[in-house]
């Protein structure tokens, strides 16, 4: 608990708030706790029974909410599996395997064993992109398509401490600034939903401890190895992941990977729902 949330209170306060605004979810939907060899894990299931499996893994110091603007959309044509994912602050449990052993692939067995699952697409945004593409890499057979949006473990990693480190002492205003830096400007007259959630992850960030670790970077060889249609969805304005780098070795060494540069993006990526929704129901045409 300690490396996840800075004290017990401020986990019980987001754990609350996180499950209040469960009930906002936008479709019907079953909650589910799986045990796994790492843990219980949260998962969220939506849309029709028989369709074809879509999991989502949502980056660091967030949960599933991170979808709720992409489920309705999504959950028409799949079965769609949110995953809160472990050593996070959604409601799985506090492990967290290193990312350069197969710790989270072997976690991702047991859920979707839990689930029924035996071939699924993915979704992974920031680090939910490394675990996902470390599973399409560990576990080919497993990954029908990869879906990646601002991804981790392809681009370097950016030195943002030297930038935020003075902004962590000027109290809101500079946890707002660095909300900035790696989102994007906050809308100026957002919904009243819109400003809960806002809400909600500024919550996040106030009671968390950041992950200090450096993430694996994707051999060339395994890039080459992706046999599974993929997309990657990057920000030329992403403060955390070097974009150009990880579109550059995508085009290079995995050429039949779908590569969209958006160059006035942030880390947090808008409106590309419709964008992973065509790519899903082409790869899912694909493998029928």
């Known amino acids: 608990m300690g490396e996840i949330f800075k004290t017990e209170e401020g986990r019980a306060a987001v754990h609350a708030r996180y499950r209040e605004l469960l009930a906002y979810w936008p479709t019907a939907n079953e909650q589910l706790r799986l045990p796994t060899s790492a843990g219980e894990t949260f998962v969220i299931a939506c849309g029709p029974e028989g369709a074809p ?30 995953v809160d994912v472990i050593g ?48 399409a890499i560990r576990r080919p057979n497993k990954v029908a398509a990869l879906a990646l ?15 935020a480190f003075p902004l962590l002492f000027l109290g809101p205003w500079g946890q707002r600034r660095l909300r900035e830096m790696v989102f994007g400007p906050a809308p100026k ?39 599974m249609p993929v997309i990657a969805v990057v920000g030329g304005k992403d403060v955390l992941i070097d974009s150009r780098e990880t579109k550059r070795r995508l085009e290079r060494h995995a050429p039949g990977a779908e590569v969209h540069f958006l160059p006035d993006a942030y880390h947090l990526l808008p409106s590309q729902t419709g964008r992973v929704l065509e790519f899903l129901r082409r790869a899912a045409g694909a493998a029928l």
Not at 55 to 80: C, I, K, P, Y
Not at 149 to 163: D, E, F, S, W, Y
Not at 205 to 214: I, K, L, Q, Y
């Open 53 to 82: 499996p879509l999991v989502l893994l949502h980056g660091a110091q967030a949960n599933a909410l991170t979808w709720m603007g992409d489920v309705t959309a999504w959950s028409e044509h799949f079965r769609v599996y949110a």
């Open 149 to 163: 949006l601002c991804p981790a473990g392809i681009g370097r990693q950016k030195n943002l401490l030297g930038k």
């Open 189 to 227: 007259n957002p919904s009243p939903a819109l400003a809960a959630f806002g809400g909600f992850f500024a919550m996040i960030h106030a009671n968390t401890m950041p992950r200090r670790v450096g993430i694996p970077v994707a051999s060339d060889a395994a890039l080459a190895a992706l046999a």
């Open 88 to 135: 996070d602050v959604g409601l799985s449990a506090p492990s967290r395997p290193q990312l350069d052993t197969d710790g989270y692939a072997l976690w991702l067995d047991d859920v979707l064993a839990g689930l029924g699952v035996e071939r699924a697409a993915f979704v992974g945004l920031s680090l939910g992109g490394f675990i996902a593409l470390d599973y």
